[in-house]
């Protein structure tokens, strides 16, 4: 999940719905001290303990369609690599395409966005119209090798586009 995060400069990285911070420990592992971490947690709870966890991670208690004004308000342009943790597929049609509008808005031109999707989950609608909107809006969008150690055996889509 934290692949695309470049080994060198210092590049902004926004992660959506971390939870407890699975994917925020080795994000910050990828980032070695450099750039800015973002986490955009909407539980407060959640918020609170990854603060402690990883005090060097700005942790934002607010909802994924708020990315570009969390950006801006911390005078970021854009943000090089997007990480989310979001169930996806739980949400509704309507909700997908507002959070995946401010992933759009918030990228930069070469910028990544880096989701994951469970196996068994994959085919069920919601999970299809999701892939389906991503491949609407990147221009490329890669589903990675199944992590059959993970339970449940999840994939990661890394998606990549061309600013309009």
């Not at 001290?33 to 607010?62: K, W």
């Not at 996806?88 to 049609?93: E, G, I, L, M, Q």
Request: proline share 6%; net charge negative; with cysteine.
């Amino acid at each position: 999940m934290a692949r695309s995060i470049a080994e060198h400069n210092a590049p902004v990285v926004v992660e959506l719905g971390p939870g407890t911070g699975a994917f925020t420990t080795e994000i910050q592992r990828q980032l070695g001290g450099r750039g800015h971490h973002i986490a955009v947690e909407v539980n407060e709870r959640f918020a609170a303990l990854l603060h402690d966890r990883f005090p060097d991670v700005d942790v934002a208690v607010d909802r994924a369609e708020e990315t570009p004004n969390l950006l801006a308000a911390r005078g970021l342009a854009a943000a090089d690599v997007i990480v989310s943790g979001l169930p996806w597929a739980a949400y509704p049609r309507q909700t997908q395409l507002e959070i995946l509008g401010s992933i759009c808005d918030s990228l930069t031109a070469e910028g990544t966005f880096v989701t994951f999707a469970y196996l068994h989950a994959a085919w069920a609608p919601p999970a299809r119209r999701f892939r389906a909107l991503l491949e609407e809006s990147f221009g490329e969008v890669i589903v990675g090798r199944t992590v059959w150690a993970n339970l449940p055996p999840a994939f990661a889509y890394t998606a990549r586009w061309v600013r309009r």
